[in-house]
């Protein structure tokens, strides 16, 4: 139980500098996850693609003028939505574990 413990606070120290909070135990349990664990900054949407496959869905940011891909991630019958933002080259600038409708609700509020 303490290792867990500190593997939680050692996560939530990590993330904590994002201007938004996210779970950390959804990192724990979604780690492994292509989307979460090789999608980088920069990538192309083609290249999300092939990590991730196709989203669920794709919607225009209409703060930042890119797009963004709603995923739904499930591990062990546990489903946690998941996005992947695109800046207007078509470029990764962003990805957490909430929906696209989230982050941009997130987005107009800085």
């Given at each position: 139980m303490y290792k867990h413990s500190?593997?939680?606070?050692?996560?939530a120290a990590t993330?904590?500098?994002?201007?938004?909070?996210?779970?950390?135990?959804?990192?724990?349990?979604?780690?492994?996850?292509?989307?979460?664990k090789q999608v980088d900054h920069g990538?192309?949407?083609d290249q999300v693609r092939t990590l991730g496959g196709p989203p669920s869905s794709e919607v225009r940011n209409n703060v930042t003028g890119g797009?963004?891909?709603?995923?739904?991630l499930n591990v062990d019958g546990v489903e946690q939505?998941?996005?992947?933002?695109?800046?207007?080259?078509?470029r990764?600038?962003?990805?957490?574990?909430?929906s696209c409708a989230q982050h941009q609700e997130n987005q107009r509020r800085l």
């Amino acid at each position: 139980m303490y290792k867990h413990s500190l593997a939680v606070l050692a996560v939530a120290a990590t993330i904590s500098g994002c201007s938004t909070f996210e779970n950390p135990t959804d990192y724990v349990t979604f780690h492994n996850e292509p989307l979460v664990k090789q999608v980088d900054h920069g990538m192309t949407q083609d290249q999300v693609r092939t990590l991730g496959g196709p989203p669920s869905s794709e919607v225009r940011n209409n703060v930042t003028g890119g797009t963004c891909n709603n995923y739904v991630l499930n591990v062990d019958g546990v489903e946690q939505p998941y996005y992947v933002n695109f800046d207007v080259n078509g470029r990764v600038d962003s990805k957490g574990f909430m929906s696209c409708a989230q982050h941009q609700e997130n987005q107009r509020r800085l």
